[in-house]
């Protein structure tokens, strides 16, 4: 599976952004997939996924971002509102077979908050 991620860039805080994955290669709909994110000098973090079991999300961003998949256009995105400057990162959607073992990884869009 190839992922392609986007729809980052520079957004006020407060502010919204989407940012979508488009896979290639396979379907997506037996995966599971996740976001990450890495700021800078941090490592990367969990952000949100979506297995069969369901979807989590990190405390940090719940009640403010949103994962949703659209199998159809082999896509998932991440809808995330309220931003602020501690969402600034570079994010990366990946995909996995095995509950939470991620094993494709997209390059990352970068997201950026100001204050």
């Known amino acids: 599976v190839q992922l392609q991620a986007s729809g980052g860039g520079l957004v006020q805080a407060g502010g919204s952004l989407t940012l979508s994955c488009t896979a290639s290669?396979?379907?997506?709909?037996?995966?599971?997939m996740g976001w990450f994110r890495q700021a800078p000098g941090k490592e990367r973090e969990f952000v949100a996924n979506?297995?069969?079991?369901?979807?989590t999300y990190a405390d940090s961003v719940k009640g403010r971002f949103t994962i949703s998949r659209d199998n159809g256009k082999n896509a998932v995105y991440l809808q995330m509102n309220s931003l602020k400057p501690e969402d600034t990162a570079v994010y990366y959607c990946?995909?996995?077979?095995?509950?939470?073992?991620?094993?494709?990884w997209g390059q990352g869009t970068q997201v950026t908050v100001s204050s």
């Open positions: 990946a995909a996995g077979t095995v509950p939470y073992l991620y094993v494709f």
């Open positions: 290669g396979r379907s997506i709909s037996t995966y599971g």
């Open positions: 979506d297995w069969n079991s369901g979807r």
